[in-house]
């Protein structure tokens, strides 16, 4: 299976993904039957998740019903244990949203719930990241994940998410590190594709963020909380629901 998730990954574009992947996968998890796994965003329990990645997919890491991968499971029990997100009714912008959340979302917020990108055919709005067409203060929380990996100027666009965020709101922004790297990586001069996914993990990545990400983000204009989750949930209760152990949530406010 994981050969194939691989394949599919390096050679489907992506928007054909998005739009038909869901309905492959709910069918498959009819037969991940077992409760030796827990997916916190839909609530479901399986014998396995699956595996994800384009190059080495990683394994145990695809919800098959709602596909939450290990982030997206860690991103739902930060707004529901360290926010007031899922009481607080705010205005929020998604951009670039991904399927676990979307349904969820527009249940949840209705108009008050935008999402955006310059390709996605899941988005309500077509959007440029460097020049976002909403005035400033205008949303009470802003999500931005694996995006600043494949823009031009990520300063930038971090820039324009501070603007249109409102002074009491928040953004998670979100996206891939090497925790081996102490700064930031780049390196236009490598153009093969191959070389470029060893690299940056993706062809389509301009970057790759090292442990300086947070002071990246605080570089465009944002405070940063540093919260590190998975020592607040503990490592069996990590494991069960498969999330990223490394991985630290970035809040960002002005």
């Given amino acids: 299976m994981k050969y194939i998730i691989s ?12 739009l038909f992947a869901h309905r492959l996968l709910k069918i498959y998890s009819l037969f991940l039957v077992g409760n030796k796994v827990y997916c916190p965003v839909c609530e479901h329990s399986f014998s396995k998740f ?19 991968l290990e ?27 991904e399927y676990c959340f979307i349904d969820r979302f527009e249940n949840y917020l209705g ?18 990241l460097h020049d976002i067409p909403f005035e400033d203060n205008s949303f009470d929380v802003v999500f931005c994940n694996h995006v600043m990996e494949h823009v031009k100027d990520d300063v930038r666009c971090m820039q324009e998410i501070r603007r249109v965020l409102n002074p009491t709101g928040f ?30 993990l993706q062809d389509d990545h301009l970057r790759i963020y090292g442990r300086d990400y947070g002071k ?36 960002c406010t002005k």
């Avoid at 499971?73 to 951009?95: A, Q």
Wanted: aromatic share 8%; net charge neutral; with cysteine.
């Fill in 7 to 18: 394949w599919v990954l390096r050679s489907i574009p992506r928007k054909i993904i998005q």
């Fill in 50 to 68: 699956l595996p994800y990645g384009r190059l080495q997919p990683r394994e145990n890491a695809l919800c098959p019903s709602c596909l939450s």
């Fill in 71 to 97: 982030r997206h499971r860690l991103m739902h029990l930060f707004l529901t244990n360290e926010t007031d997100f899922y009481t607080s009714n705010p205005r929020v912008l998604h951009i670039a949203p």
């Fill in 111 to 128: 108009e008050t719930y935008i999402t955006a990108d310059i390709e996605s055919p899941l988005a309500k709005v077509k959007m440029d």
């Fill in 171 to 200: 953004a998670l922004i979100q996206s891939p590190q090497r925790y081996d790297l102490e700064t930031t990586y780049e390196d236009a001069s490598i153009t093969d594709p191959k070389e470029r996914e060893i690299h940056f």
């Fill in 216 to 251: 990246v983000l605080q570089n465009s204009g944002f405070k940063v909380d540093e919260v590190n989750l998975i020592q607040k949930l503990g490592m069996p209760e990590s494991k069960r629901m498969a999330l990223p152990l490394e991985e630290i949530i970035y809040k």
